[in-house]
């Protein structure tokens, strides 16, 4: 059984009149992968700054293997953050950076020695010792960084979106070698991201947050497959998201037809939102179908086609291995192992209606567009 090492209870913290964390009960086991997932402004950050120290609740308690620890600086707990930016030192070589928190402690020279070299060939950089750091890819700079933070021996590392800064490629490679990581230091590792993919990947424990409240806990699995409510569902994976009627257990009415689903404990006729999956759906012909509609919108993504299907007004997301074509009449059929059924919520009627659909694409910000013209003018 898995042991608790960091507990907070009823935490809120508040800027004058904001709230930013709304009493939060949460726990995080020992030598746990747990990611705190969720859009900017939802508290995830906040939340890490209350286990590191950098913030005190403006109620609640921190609490460390069942002692409270609101009043404990940073420097005291045995907690190491790393940041998007890792704050390397430039001028000093990979062993340096990496020793610098052993020597503030005056360990002598044979112990900083014997711990660099460990943790240099734990984050895979054995023989990158007399580096600059100036030398090294993005990659490389995140592994010293990571060095640096686990030197010392922490029972917790906190990492406050550290993947940020680096190319999609890169991106994927690191999140296999921090779990790596984490498993080979059999210490906690609480992850703050709004990637769900990264969550998806890398976690033991999922934490979906928004709002300055926890909106579910669970495995990968468990938040992808059994959401609570209509954001976990659009926020973790794509969801077609809609307005049903539960007549009785394992069935649902969706559209008028009635359909057998896998759920129970619903009041009869009660109004629920119901998640399927784009995957999860089976195109067939139109009259085999237990209901029809007309595909609007085709997107290759590579290995499946994202197309848009208008059921009665409203638009479904289908992922397909087979070429469909703008203006085709298509079939569908959902088995009960493929529909999820939800309680009503705040969040109801907020998403999974793709009539508005794009493909993904890079946000540009106000901010970097300023950057670029700028530049522009610069060249001119």
Known sequence: MSKEIIRLKDCTVAFDDEVILDNINLYFNDKEFLTLLGPSGCGKTTTLRIIGGFLKPTSGD???????????????????????????FPHLDVFENVAFGLRIAKLNESEIRSR??????????????????????????????????LVNRPKVL???????????????????????????????????????EEALAMSDTIVVMDKGRIQQIGTPEQVYNEPKNAFVADFIGE???????????????????????????????????VVIRPEDIEIVEPHKGRLSGTVTSVTFKGVHYDIIVDFKGFKWLIQTTRLHNVGDEIGINIGPEQIHIMKKSEYSGMFGDYSSYSAE??????????????????EA
């Not at 240099?120 to 990571?146: C, D, M, P, W, Y």
């Not at 940020?164 to 690191?174: E, Q, S, T, V």
Request: charged letters at 30%; one cysteine or more; glycine letters at 6%.
């Open 62 to 88: 921190v609490l460390f293997n069942g002692v409270r620890v609101n009043d404990v600086p940073p420097h005291k707990r045995k907690v190491n953050t790393i940041f998007q930016k890792y704050a390397l």
């Open 116 to 149: 660099v070299m460990e943790m240099l060939e734990i984050v895979s950089l054995k023989g990158f010792h007399n580096r600059k750091v100036t030398s090294l890819s993005g990659g490389q700079q995140q592994r010293v960084a990571i060095a640096r933070a």
């Open 158 to 196: 906190l990492l406050d979106e550290p993947l940020g800064a680096l190319d999609l490629r890169l991106r994927k490679d690191m999140q296999i070698e921090l779990k790596r990581i984490q498993q080979a230091m059999d210490i906690t590792f609480i992850y703050v991201t709004h990637d769900q």
């Open 239 to 273: 969801s077609n998201i809609l307005d049903g009627i539960m007549h009785e257990d394992y069935v649902v009415e969706i559209f008028g037809r009635k359909f057998k689903c896998l759920d129970s404990g619903f009041a009869p006729r009660e109004s629920v939102d």
């Open 361 to 378: 694409y890079e946000e540009i910000t106000s901010e970097d567009w300023e950057d670029e013209t700028e530049g522009e003018e610069d």
